[in-house]
């Protein structure tokens, strides 16, 4: 966060003025030294009273007893579909700061006005964009990270009982029809979320699933393809819920300053605060008040950033149920992604490769 320090040391010294028995020292981490640093910290005699995680981490730290619960009547001011993603065990060990969820950045002389809301429509309409347009639909990266999970999520099968269910098995052959008929590039099993996006930039592919940021990279660096460019919601599958991402502050258990921690972390997420972050950055406010001001509900129709804005504020309305992190996420991750690039490689039925790689990932959760 060293590129908003006034907006940081702001908050600091308004919340000390406040509160003239506390001092605050904020120390900023390297993102790549953050969870080994924190992990050692938090489980020292001294840790830090407040620390800045993502939830699959804090979601650790509390499976290993690390944190202090935070009462939920002290979190009124949150979005409470956001306040749900963070229970554990129904206990909250978290606070809510700041949100992020992707939309889709089309180009609108690829897609007319046929703008695909579910993986369904964009089955139907890939035929139709390559043969009248000479362009792919889209380049998911579907074997990057959690991608393909988060997907299946869209379908209530993002578990180890429901992989291999007839329902996974239709949301993979539909990948696996646009992979095979080349209505999705091929690349699609190696490319990266960034790689898809030259492609866009290029014209080579119509929409593409991905942050309000990234308009600001296309306006810079492609901007004849920026010209071109509308936002719509991000596509969803038959529960029609959104992804999203989230950062969160902890409280270590062994903190010495739990309360006042506790104070500030809810002063830095107030209404106030929260809005001139959000003005600063290309964020979602948390705090179910600055969602409802101005600047997340309403938008000039020749302000694209300030649309996308909009557009993804409204998803945190529905983000539920969420993909929840497990213990061994990492290599959740790696067989479900061993098992998509095998059926868009058409290496046995569909079938076939879930039922193994729900057996694998089961034998994980043992």
Do not use: C
């Given at each position: 966060m060293s590129d908003f320090a006034p907006y940081i040391n702001g908050v600091i010294d308004e919340f000390e003025a406040q509160n003239p028995n506390v001092k605050?020292?904020?120390?900023?981490?390297?993102?790549?030294?953050?969870?080994?640093?924190?992990?050692?910290?938090?489980?020292?005699?001294n840790p830090p009273d407040l620390v800045n995680l993502n939830p699959d981490f804090s979601a650790t730290l509390a499976h290993k007893g690390a944190l202090y619960e935070i009462q939920q009547d002290k979190l009124e001011q949150f979005?409470?579909?956001?306040?749900s993603s963070l229970k554990y065990n129904d206990k909250i060990y978290s606070i809510p700061w700041y949100a992020t969820s992707a939309i889709t950045i089309y180009n609108k002389e690829l897609l007319g006005k046929n703008i695909p809301r579910t993986y369904t429509q964009v089955l139907d309409l890939a035929p139709i964009i390559k043969a009248n347009k000479g362009a792919y639909i889209m380049l998911p990266n579907i074997t990057e990270n959690d991608t393909m999970l988060k997907i299946l999520n869209k379908y209530g099968v993002a578990k180890s009982?429901?992989?291999?269910?007839?329902?996974?098995?239709?949301?993979?052959?539909?990948?696996?029809?646009?992979?095979?008929?080349?209505?999705?590039p091929k690349e699609?099993?190696?490319?990266?979320?960034?790689?898809?996006?030259?492609?866009?930039?290029?014209?080579?592919i119509a929409m593409i699933g991905a942050g309000a940021n990234f308009l600001n990279m296309i306006r810079e660096n492609a901007p004849s393809t920026y010209a071109k460019t509308d936002v719509a919601p991000q596509i969803v599958g038959d529960l029609g819920?959104?992804?999203?991402?989230?950062?969160?502050?902890?409280?270590?258990?062994?903190?010495?300053?739990?309360e006042e921690a506790l104070a500030f972390a809810l002063f830095l997420t107030n209404e106030k605060n929260q809005l001139e972050l959000a003005k600063l950055t290309n964020v979602l406010a948390v705090n179910k008040n600055t969602l409802k001001n101005e600047f997340y509900t309403t938008y000039?129709?020749?302000?694209l950033m300030a649309k996308a804005r909009v557009i993804s504020a409204k998803q945190l309305d529905k983000i539920q149920p969420v993909y929840r992190t497990q213990k061994s996420q990492k290599d959740i991750?790696?067989?479900?992604?061993?098992?998509?690039?095998?059926?868009?490689?058409?290496?046995?039925?569909?079938?076939?490769?879930?039922d193994e790689a729900s057996e694998d990932w089961k034998n994980i959760e043992e």
């Open positions: 605050i020292k904020w120390v900023d981490v390297p993102f790549s030294e953050g969870e080994k640093r924190t992990l050692a910290s938090v489980l020292s005699d979005n409470s579909s956001i306040l009982s429901l992989l291999n269910s007839e329902k996974s098995v239709e949301v993979f052959e539909m990948f696996k029809y646009l992979y095979i008929n080349d209505l999705i699609t099993v190696t490319m990266t979320l960034q790689e898809a996006l030259e492609k866009y930039m290029s014209g080579n819920q959104n992804d999203f991402s989230l950062m969160n502050f902890v409280i270590p258990l062994r903190a010495k300053h739990k000039d129709k020749n302000d991750n790696n067989i479900i992604n061993s098992a998509t690039q095998e059926i868009l490689l058409d290496k046995a039925s569909v079938q076939e490769i879930l």
